[in-house]
């Protein structure tokens, strides 16, 4: 009934890729940007559930299968 708003930001296409990090201790996972040249990591959010993902991949527009996944 009444959705939450999301608003949309950009992120630079060419240089960054979406990320999700994901521990292989505890499976805590966190949403980023990855720059291609410099492997550097530039934390987002923390992803706790599918609504969190959902939320990230919408504030972004990002399709999900364009999302990499690190451990």
């Not at 999301?6 to 999700?20: G, L, V």
């Not at 959902?54 to 999302?67: G, T």
Request: hydrophobic fraction near 35%; aromatic fraction near 10%; charged fraction near 35%.
């Amino acid at each position: 009934m009444f959705k939450r708003r999301i608003a949309k930001m950009d992120y630079d296409k060419i240089n960054q890729k979406p990320i999700i990090r994901a521990s292989i201790c505890n499976g805590e996972q966190v949403a980023g940007f990855k720059n291609i040249h410099t492997g550097k990591f530039s934390e987002v959010m923390l992803i706790k559930n599918e609504r969190d993902l959902r939320e990230f991949l919408e504030k972004y527009d990002i399709l999900p299968e364009e999302v990499g996944k690190e451990y």
